[in-house]
């Protein structure tokens, strides 16, 4: 379906950074959706993975780092809302637990990411698709690492490494709730703490495509990019230059295999934790506030 003005802004620590408009020439987001043969991707239907690509590509893309207190909604936030989430995760005096200020906003998936291991190797969602957006974590991701939230001793993180070849991660099966029709509003928020600064291949703290040989991509990517402008990894690429710095989101049309990247442009320090959400309106955005949130300091 055609958007009419649709509006993709990205927000770091609070902070509208950078933001894009598409036409309904150019819908700039196709979602995945649940009806392709499974000859069509690498490994069968497309799956939101945390800590590399899905299991369209299995192991590419590695995150060196930790995620955590993971959500998507079926509407967009508001810049007031956002605001609100990354202070309450910074204040450690909080007066409303993190948790349900969350929650109060109706996500459809919320993983916090604390659950110790071993044990049953799963995420499981407080959010309103319940037991249909339970995550499962494959062999090799550490938990409980060290979490986001200020203050909070018994919140943890999931932390994701390169491993016997491959990447860690942590997948959530196809689902209509998080795989919306481009006409519908959504936002998808998290913590990352990069632990590592190897851009080589982009590293993707998550990830919701479908990608394969001959394959019109759809849906979209979060990559880390250089921590500042002395970095010199993406020198050569036409255009991009010095500007591919702090983290990018890249929307895949349904038609090739590029996606339409927007960047934060903001300089962060590995092993900071980055409050990151990212807004999809798909009519006219009438809120007031353009633009990407940038990066800064968590705790």
């Known amino acids: 379906m055609d958007s009419n003005n649709a509006t993709l802004t990205i927000y770091i620590d609070g902070v509208a950074t950078n933001s894009m408009t598409y036409s309904g020439a150019d819908p700039g987001y196709a979602p995945c959706t649940g009806d392709?043969?499974?000859?069509?991707a690498t490994t069968g239907q497309p799956a939101l993975s945390i800590g590399c690509y899905n299991n369209a590509n299995t192991g590419l893309n590695p995150f060196f780092g930790a995620v955590d207190e993971f959500a998507w909604y079926s509407n967009k936030l508001s810049p007031a809302q956002i605001l609100a989430h990354y202070q309450n995760g910074t204040n450690a005096n909080?007066?409303?637990p993190y948790d349900?200020?969350?929650?109060?906003?109706?996500?459809?998936?919320?993983?916090?990411?604390?659950?110790?291991?071993?044990?049953?190797?799963?995420?499981?969602?407080?959010?309103?698709l319940r037991a249909s957006a339970i995550a499962t974590n494959r062999p090799g991701v550490r938990h409980p690492?060290?979490?986001?939230?200020?203050?909070?001793?018994?919140?943890?993180?999931?932390?994701?490494?390169?491993?016997?070849?491959?990447?860690?991660?942590?997948?959530?099966?196809?689902?209509?709730?998080?795989?919306?029709?481009?006409?519908?509003?959504?936002?998808?928020?998290g913590w990352f703490r990069p632990t590592a600064d190897r851009m080589a291949p982009g590293p993707s703290p998550v990830n919701n495509r479908l990608a394969g040989n001959a394959v019109n991509r759809t849906g979209w990517v979060i990559y880390q990019r250089d921590p500042n402008p002395t970095y010199a990894t993406y020198?050569?690429?036409?255009?991009?230059?010095?500007?591919a710095v702090g983290w990018a989101f890249r929307m895949y049309g349904g038609s090739g295999s590029s996606g339409s990247?927007?960047?934060?442009?903001?300089?962060?320090?590995?092993?900071?934790?980055?409050?990151?959400?990212?807004?999809?309106?798909?009519?006219?955005d009438n809120s007031g506030v353009t633009g990407v949130t940038g990066s800064g300091k968590g705790h």
Do not use: C, M
């Open 36 to 40: 392709h043969d499974p000859s069509e």
């Open 94 to 96: 909080r007066s409303q």
């Open 100 to 128: 349900a200020l969350i929650k109060s906003h109706n996500p459809v998936v919320y993983l916090r990411l604390d659950e110790i291991a071993p044990g049953s190797d799963i995420a499981v969602n407080l959010g309103d």
């Open 145 to 189: 690492a060290t979490g986001a939230l200020a203050g909070r001793t018994d919140a943890g993180a999931f932390s994701y490494q390169w491993r016997n070849g491959g990447g860690t991660t942590t997948q959530i099966p196809w689902t209509l709730g998080n795989n919306p029709d481009a006409s519908i509003p959504f936002t998808f928020e």
């Open 235 to 243: 020198a050569g690429s036409p255009g991009v230059g010095e500007t």
């Open 261 to 284: 990247d927007v960047l934060t442009r903001l300089p962060y320090d590995v092993g900071d934790w980055t409050h990151y959400i990212v807004t999809w309106e798909p009519t006219s």
